[in-house]
């Protein structure tokens, strides 16, 4: 006898098909990638694998008719607090295979959310509102590490740079693609996210599966990551941004490297990766070269040497306990931005132990960060990038308000471009086409339409970024930076209002 | 003669005044009065203040200490700490006079000082450092020290100010006894912060006063930035922020006081990407290093130091400014009509730009202590602690 | 002529400046004396060029770089070779740890020991594979996350007899690329998902196309290492740790 496979037994979906309005056209069949549809041609009909169902709506969607509706299964679990379907499901999992649970995307805990817990200010009587339609607001950000003082110069009664600046990264919006690979999501993807970069003046972010032959134009709008899987790494491919970041953690999985399943090492991702067709991409965990923060100004200046120094090079880690004291010596390592990733950052694939339980939340981190450089007098030596769980344009607000230079969007960009968040992507089988590298199944997602729809949602924030500076009274991003003035915490303890360093709503 | 008002209009009704000699000679302070006080129902009786430049000729070479304290223990704590660090050369109490409107005034003392040094550090003793000093010291007492606030500590110069309608504060001070090269006045409509007596204007810190009309968005921002460089907003007000700025970027950093109210009050992105290659860095590079000190929000100010008066507004000019001249009186105005009232033939009447300032300094050699900030002058910054880009010593020294 | 440089009184950033400029003009040949800690010595140089540098280079001496063949009359340090392209580095004396970490292409030839972690994550993609010769012995984790690329251990020119030819973990997490070890290894240092096999005919045209040149750069017989029979170490399967997880 078999050995019961207990998951099996209690699906998380269930699909629901209206017969009256189904016409048999078999076109759910051809959109599910995980085959929870099933043409049976003898009895020429259709039947439902529910346990295959991952919950990605795309029959749904797809359906001509609207036949289908995709439920929470109905089946109950008899209630108890502690006991909870999510629990019970995770112990038949492990039981049934032995393994380590994996999971996507980002935190799904329902931790305080801080962003949900600070309130903007707006001006009434004193000072004016600015329309920013009609009016010049401003969004310009610069990346990079800034001297203390100018030096100035008069020649012939005219005023100049005595020494011109270092190099710097100009964003026209405070808003960059963070970092996701070409392998974790499709080719597409990456086009219309560096195309959208172009036309936007901000940037995006290679992630660490090299750099695709059709990028490189898109240049002065990448960041190139140089991870510890080194994979695609070579120098046109550090030579062919603004940018390297070092990464050194994510916040969906801190303290642990990158995994891209060999289901998704394809023969291009084999090629720009340099590893075998259907072997696991591995990155690990540390750097092999980096044991030690003195290491890390090694390979901070070995890439500044091989590039002779004409790009930045940013360092990204996860937000952890001691974040600041990290970031701070990130940065006395010669750093030229420092990315923090907070609890909610997403990823293509994190054990769910990692994704939900470790590192801390973004918004606390900014601050922290931001007040230890500060107070060690070095905080004009780096930016401060924000990444992890931004889901709306006034999260970016809060962000820099908290002391960030700029933010990265990856979720909200993938959610963009129609992920429907059923945290699958580590099958390779994203049935929207998004993350996956399957010829047949990133056709559903043409780079024209993922361009378009990443360059409207950003578009879209900028504008409401400028209607919120000018309910403020500030006509550039840069009188927001560290602004608490901004910010009010609505239903926040002493602790939090300190450590974030705002008023309760009402002081 | 000339006398002038700045009437602010618009949200808050706050006035500011100023006058300047280019050749030193001194104007009695009841014509600076006459101006602030003919519009005072613009403010609201909850502050009015003066600076007046060139009171103290006998004590030009001490640092004037204004100090305003709630009680006599606060005094009695200033001098302790006065003691302790500076050479005291005299002191007296501010002449006041009883003023039925107003109550509990609190003290004024004013107190000529100059900074002591520790052993090892009097060799660096320099006038930079002992203006060093003096900042760090009159931060300490307005930050340590209860119920005490040093009001003005330039030299040669003082600040007179309190709750009460421009009349009223005159009349308490003895505005009409003093004589001044130049004089800012300003007339207080309070909004955001709390009418109290270290909140009126003018605000200072050494020999910068100013005093503000408007509201300054961006002042989380300015504290945090000016935090950075050990500046300690205690003051409760946006326009204390502007004093410090002013201290940073033009004593400090050596901006020419032009560049450093350009930071202040910057060039659009737009305006600057068609500037002529060389001037787009200058200004890029502004807006880059300084984006902590621009003053965001409507403002119009008068600032004045030893040797000069300089208005400035917005970068969109929601306060306006107007100035004028006559001879060697030079006017700033937010209305022409302000100007002609007081003095009604100027030689110029002109309507600078939103963000331009307009800057009036002495003719040379005519005041002691005459500062010029028109030239860039080398930044006082500390060594790169990072070292990055930095060859040691022992491989790089002889070659 | 080679241009002969003495670099001791110089900073890296100064020197690689210096070398870029001369490649720039042309200079394709370089005698580099009075090399000691300078780190990051060509990294990033994509050219064709010649090196000969007398002492010790400091930490990634060639990193990155695409072309360039190095010879050190002097042992080399940490990092080596890191995520070198192409092109050669040639140690007439000992390697120290993560020697040709994520190697994509090119060579290493090391005359002595080398120590931990070398030649870890190195990659290949067809016929860009990269080598790693190593005349001595090695410390744990070699060849660590190989993907692709090879590895010869040699075990002869040591400084350590009584030590293992190659340490704990040999290939721990390798799932593509091949090491040879002249000799045997303990199974139990093997990592997870690897075994050693007898060499087949290909392999050895292989290992003698290398070693040939490696004889050739050093000045050794090359009958003298074929005295000794070579393992061939592979994974069995690309995906060592495919069953880890539950879904």
Known sequence: MATPQFASFFPDFYIERIWEKCIKCRRCVRECSYEAHIWDPKKKTLYEDHTKCVGCHRCEAMCPTKAIIIRRHPAEFREHALWTPWFIKNVYKQADQGGVLLTSTGCALPFKNYFDHLVLDACQVTNPPIDPLREPMELRTYIGPKPEALEIEEVDGKFRLKKKLPPMIKLEVPIMFAAMSYGAISLHVHQGLAKAARDLGTLYNTGEGGLHASLYEYGSNTIVQCASGRFGLHVDYLNAGVAIEIKIGQGAKPGIGGHLPGEKVTEEI????????????????????IYSIEDLRGLIFALKEATEYKKLVFVKIAAVHNVAAIASGIVRAGADAVVIDGLKGGTGAAPTMFRDYIGIPIELAISAVDKRLREEGIRHRASIIASGGIRCSADV?????LGADAVYIGTAALIAVGCTMCQRCYTGKCPWGIATNNPELIKRLPPEVAYEKIYNLVKAWAHEIKEMLGAMGINSI????????????VGLTKEEMEILEVKHAGE | MWNIALRAKELSGCGIAGIIHRKGELIPGEMILKAICCQYERGNGLGAGFAAYGIYPELHEYYALHVMAQNKQALEKVEEFLQKHTFLNFQEPIPTKKVKTIKDPPLFKRYFVRPKFDEEEAEFCDITAEDDRMVQLVMEINEKIDGAYVISSGKNMGVFKGVGFPDEIAEFFRIDEYKAFIWTAHNRFPTNTPGWWGGAHPFTILDWSIVHNGEISSYGTNRRYLELFGYKCTLLTDTEVVAYILDLLIRKHGLPLELACKAMAPPFWMEIDEMPEEERELYT?????????VLNGPFAILFAYNGGLVGLNDRVKLRPLVAASKGDLYFMASEEAAIRAICPDPERVWAPKAGEPVIVEMEEGVIPNQKSYLKPRPAEVKEDALRIGYLPPLLFSSK | MPLELDISRLYYSQVNKIIRDYIEKGEREFIIRGVNGHRYLFAGVS??????????PGLDLGAFMRGPVIRVFGNVQDGAGNTMDEGKIIVHGMAGDVVGYAMRGGKIHIYGDVGYRVGIHMKAYMDKVPVIVIGGKAGDFLGEYMAGGIIILLGMNTLYPERPIAGLFLGTGMHGGAIYVRGKVKESYLGLGLKPYPLDGEDE?????????YCEDFGLDLSEIFKEDFIKIIPYTHRPYGKLYAY
């Open chain 3, 47 to 56: 050219a064709e060029v010649k090196v000969e540098l007398y002492g010790t």
């Open chain 2, 285 to 293: 590079a502004i807006r880059i290093l300084y984006g902590g000190a």
């Open chain 1, 478 to 489: 840069e009188s927001l930076k560290g602004n608490r003035d901004k910010l009010r915490a």
């Open chain 1, 397 to 401: 607000v809060k962000a820099i308000a």
């Open chain 3, 205 to 213: 045209k292989l290992l003698e196309k290398h070693l040939k040149e």
């Open chain 1, 270 to 289: 084999s090629k720009t990766r340099m590893i075998p067709v259907g072997s696991d991409a591995i990155s690990p965990a540390p750097h092999h070269d």
